[in-house]
Nanobody, 128 residues
Framework: QVQVVESGGDLVQAGGSLRLSCTAS????????MGWFRQAPGNEREGVSC????????NYADSVKGRFTISRDNAKKTLYLQMNSLKPEDTAMYYC?????????????????????WGQGTQVTVSS
């Protein structure tokens, strides 16, 4: 049984930083690219960032480029999202998931339709 658990969300002031973590069990972690997504109330789920199986390639939404950094530790089966210079518009529930539709070594995608096994999410709230 695959289980994905996100953590690290909090209430922070604008300009602050947070590091989100995501652990995945029940699967071979380094068999999958991983992605971070977010969803604010009334909005569709947005692909924030993704990282390939061994971390060789990453991709970011334009809205977070230069502020967020995705990384992974395959030995610990953990995915991270370092978020700096946070803005109120970053407020959302953040989710991670493995990219189950494609097992290529070097690719990843921010298309949520390519992902499965969603966790409960972790709430990030940025106050102005």
């Amino acid at each position: 049984q695959v289980q994905v658990v996100e953590s690290g969300g909090d209430l922070v002031q604008a300009g602050g930083s947070l590091r989100l973590s995501c652990t995945a069990s029940g699967l071979t972690f380094d068999d999958y690219a991983m992605g971070w997504f977010r969803q604010a109330p009334g909005n569709e789920r947005e692909g924030v960032s993704c990282i390939s199986r061994i971390g060789a390639n990453t991709n970011y939404a334009d809205s977070v480029k230069g502020r967020f950094t995705i990384s992974r530790d395959n030995a610990k089966k953990t995915l991270y999202l370092q978020m700096n210079s946070l803005k109120p518009e970053d407020t959302a529930m953040y989710y991670c998931a493995p990219m189950t539709s494609d097992r290529s070594w070097f690719g990843c995608s921010r298309d949520a339709n390519k992902y499965n096994y969603w966790g409960q999410g972790t709430q990030v709230t940025v106050s102005s």
